[in-house]
């Protein structure tokens, strides 16, 4: 039994792990695979503000139902599942009107409580979604960062005839093209790396180009009869990049911010009001996990060649180190904990 904590700010540990016990309206789950995501470089960096030391992480994971608390009655021992990081009151307004993910009372496993990156994690009953176990472990575990993608592009309300720019060809802007493309969205992803343009085209970008050699607004501005791109995602995290996609945007169009940034940027009241922009943040997912559950398991998407590396749970200290020292070579680095 082993878990995978930040003690504080910059210090990754490997520890024993007691064997957690579910209580009423919880389940327990013999972890599988687990992803690194970028907020857990974050919370080892000190750089979240969310987090309070020492922490569990891992907020994308999946495995098998160990045991079960006094209660649950949708969930049984045995049954494959992949957790929804997103813990919600359910009472307060956000909740009352659909808006879980943004919850007054917002916890989240990994961040505000103890994550997946241990042998088995307790969650409520609520935050487990069954998989079919023709589903592998690792691409269920896939389904959180999906299930993302899929948050952004509704709050932008993307449909088959909308034309989507992707600022950043990473995880964040992979999976959003998956999802587009499945929407059947004509998509253009942008980039500053050569071998992430290869892997967007692989997923289907219809074009992918380096914005350090060619102009983004040049390059879109023919997009939709010459009025630009109908949806801007950032999925690079930039705030700058804010002013160039309410210039290329073409009117009536929608942006989404997926960044947590609080650095500020330049932005045009005008040319916001003047194409009467949709400017829109998202955050997390919104119970949207059982939809792209249904989505990987129908083949609808095939994310697996994101995942680029598959390290053992005891050896997760190499794995941050090759995400930092060598992104390049990493999209989506993957933890077993049944090695």
Request: with cysteine; proline share 5%; hydrophobic share 45%.
């Amino acid at each position: 039994m082993v878990a995978i904590a930040v003690r504080a700010p910059h210090r990754l540990a490997l520890e024993d792990d007691s064997h957690a016990q579910p209580g009423p309206g919880e389940v327990a789950i013999r972890v599988n695979r687990a992803g690194i995501c970028g907020s857990d470089i974050h919370i080892l960096h000190g750089s979240n503000p969310f987090v309070v030391y020492p922490r569990i992480i891992g907020h994308e994971f999946a495995g098998t139902i160990e045991a079960v608390g006094a209660g649950v009655s949708h969930i049984a021992i045995g049954d494959r599942v992949v957790a929804d990081p997103v813990v919600s009151c359910g009472k307060c307004y956000p909740c009352r009107i659909g808006r879980s993910n943004v919850c007054a009372n917002l916890e989240v496993i990994g961040v505000h409580r103890d994550g997946g990156f241990r042998s088995v994690a307790v969650l409520p009953e609520e935050n487990v979604v069954k998989v079919s176990p023709s589903l592998g472990f690792d691409v269920a575990a896939l389904a959180e960062p999906l299930a993302v993608a899929a948050n952004v592009l509704s709050r932008t309300e993307c449909r088959a005839e909308d034309t989507v720019l992707v600022y950043g060809a990473g995880t964040v802007g992979l999976t959003v093209l998956q999802v587009a493309k499945m929407k059947g969205a004509r998509c253009i992803v942008t980039d500053m790396d050569d071998e992430r343009l290869e892997r967007a085209r692989a997923f289907g970008a219809d074009v992918a180009f380096n914005s350090k050699s060619q102009s983004v607004a040049e390059t879109v501005a023919k997009e939709l009869d010459g009025l630009g791109p109908s949806v801007v995602i950032d999925g690079a995290g930039i705030p700058s990049l804010l002013e160039e996609a309410c210039r290329v945007a073409a009117p009536a169009g929608r942006i989404g911010l997926l960044g947590f940034s609080g650095a500020p940027c330049n932005i045009s009241q005008q040319e916001i009001v003047r194409k009467e922009l949709s400017l829109v943040g998202s955050r997390l997912n919104r119970r949207f996990i059982p939809e792209v559950v249904s989505w990987l398991e129908s083949g609808a998407l095939k994310p697996q060649a994101m995942i680029t590396q598959t390290f053992a749970a005891a050896d997760a200290a190499a794995a941050f180190e090759l995400i930092e020292q060598h992104p390049e070579q990493t999209l989506k680095v993957q933890l077993a904990f049944d090695a």
